[in-house]
């Protein structure tokens, strides 16, 4: 029996948030825990690995899995799902109704029982541009594959269920997660994916309880739920009203997107804020509590340039984002109409700040959190007028918050910003322009300078515990290996 499945109603499997309560027995008193917060039973989806010859899946790692030891499975997730009052604020939501039937997909990806760390990370797939979107693995997978992290990626909403059945048919054509109780007479579809909070929690559960042999030989510790931007918005509204309900998850990891969350659920949550979402001018700025943490990191992007090189990879193996045209595009096709800057051969959309790099930290941070109850680093904030908006320079770059290597010891010159506010997705996504062998000499003097600037930076992040030590070694060597403001160079 897998550890996940000894979780009952009331009964935590963190170390933490508990009640010590005095408790009479042979020999004298000891103090047992108790949970803090009851919680409901969680159903659990049926898993049945996906099996039809002559396709594909979509939205499959677009990293060399097998180069990291892992395999990657699809199934379809069956179960009948619950609707929910009280979604839209910060207070427990309630049942409204339940029996909805639904059929999804997940994608599973594990790692040998000899390399698995105990962790399941579970991602809600972002449907923003129409198709499933892993944006989470997207940033952080090099961290994830290394450390031996099981994941997987959870299709909850209509809009990325739908292309799917319109993409493959012959496999995906059974899926829906539609609810058919609105409207006179029952028929008309439910609004606003009501099925998608406990279809999540529930394919979730079944991968953990190796429902289908979804985890075969592997023993999970710990559940984390993950989400980018829609996902976050959405996941932040399972921390604040569902959560409280069933307790199911031992943590949270968001980038981007996920304000306010309450100060009375007792799950870690961190966020990974961008600076350059700010320029929407609608990001609410909030004080973290005891379990939440908010993590801004400067010259961050919505998407940075190593995600998009992950989306690029996906979507054009799988063409399933069509442009005007009805031809398939890239994810870089996509963004290009709403960018001020685009491709050149110095340059173009997105930068170099590694938001995986903050991302890995706070997985990492949930992980040491639920094993031994050391909470996360403190929130980092960007430095604020009294109106409360960030303190920005010429390339709009905020003040404090988390400053990576590649922003303090720059190789290239990069904007967080890619064009006015309202040029969404695009405008979000920052630009660079690489700095010539000239001007790099002329910024740092000498190679050991750059180097040093390097690792010094890198260290005390370390130091700080928002930047693990195997990511920092990684960026001085890289520094080191280089050929900046070298002689002749």
Partial sequence: MSQIESKKPGVRRRTLGVLLIPTLIVGGLVSIPVAANAAEPVGTAILTEVDVPGTLIQSAAAVDLAAAGYTETEYYASGTANRYDGTAGTTTATVLDGGHAYTTRVIVRTPSPDKFNGSLVVEWNNVTIGV????????????????????????AQRNGVETLKTWEPTRYGTLSVDANVCGSGGTSLCTGDPLSFDIFTQVAKAVADNSGGALAGLDVESVVATGQSQSGIRLATYYNTIQPIYDYFDGFVYHDRAAPLRADVDTPAITVDSDALHALGSWPYWQTSTWTRVWELAGGTHGSEFVRQYMDVAFARDQAKLGPDGQ????????????????TATGGQFGPVDTGYVLAAAFKAIQTWNATGEPAPPSIYFDRDAAGTPIRDAQHISQGGIHLPALVAPTMFFDAWNGPPYLFPCAVGGYHIDYTPAE??????????????????AQKLVEQGYLLAEDAQAE?????????????K
């Fill in 440 to 457: 790099l000499k002329a910024m740092y003097g000498n190679h050991g300078k750059y180097v040093s600037l390097v690792s010094k930076t």
């Fill in 328 to 343: 398939p595009i890239t994810f870089t096709q996509w963004l290009e109409p709403s960018c001020a800057v685009v491709d």
């Fill in 132 to 155: 499933d979107g892993e944006f989470v693995f997207g940033e952080v997978n090099e961290y994830l594959l290394r450390e031996g992290y099981a994941v997987a990626a959870v299709s």
């Fill in 476 to 488: 001085i060597r890289t520094a080191a290996q280089s050929d900046v403001a070298k002689k002749g």
